[in-house]
């Protein structure tokens, strides 16, 4: 098995200590309806953490096998979109269409945090964000056990 491989594997297993880590600081904020503010921004900062954990993954897997993206502007969700494609010979899908939609979801809000300064969090909206991320933790294990599979039957 040649270093890159391993090196991949090794980081994504990391990758998913830190994921569940960034889940059980979510669980210790349970969302309420009638939150207050600083909660909130606990809750949106978690998920913020969340997709970065998973956008890290994916920086590390397109590094080895697709090395760049087209559209710089938009390089987040074109990582994304490639991660559930299959393009064998090259490598498998890394996820399925359901980790898809619920990882575009907390994309889309990990952008809405990062850049709306002035923004009030809604607490329905982060209902919705939390939900697709409990969702997701049903999935993403199973799913990223299977690549690293693959990595190994590259040796």
Do not use: C
Not at 18 to 28: K, M, P, V
Not at 107 to 126: D, I, N
């Amino acid at each position: 098995m040649d270093e890159k491989t391993i090196l991949l594997m090794r980081t994504i297993r990391r990758g998913m200590e830190d994921i569940a880590a960034i889940y059980g600081q979510l669980e210790s904020h349970p969302l309420e309806a009638d939150m207050d503010p600083d909660t909130l921004i606990v809750v949106a900062y978690h998920l913020h953490n969340l997709y970065n954990a998973f956008e890290n993954i994916f920086q590390n897997i397109a590094a080895v096998f697709e090395n760049s993206t087209d559209d710089v502007a938009k390089w987040h969700a074109q990582l994304l979109e490639r991660m559930q494609l299959d393009v064998m010979p090259l490598r498998p899908a890394v996820i399925d269409r359901t980790a898809y939609e619920a990882l575009e979801e907390l994309r889309r809000f990990r952008h809405l945090f990062r850049h709306a300064y002035t923004v009030r969090l809604s607490p329905l909206r982060l209902q919705l964000v939390v939900r697709e991320a409990l969702a997701l933790r049903a999935l993403y294990a199973a799913q990223l056990e299977q690549f690293i599979g693959f990595l190994q039957g590259l040796a």
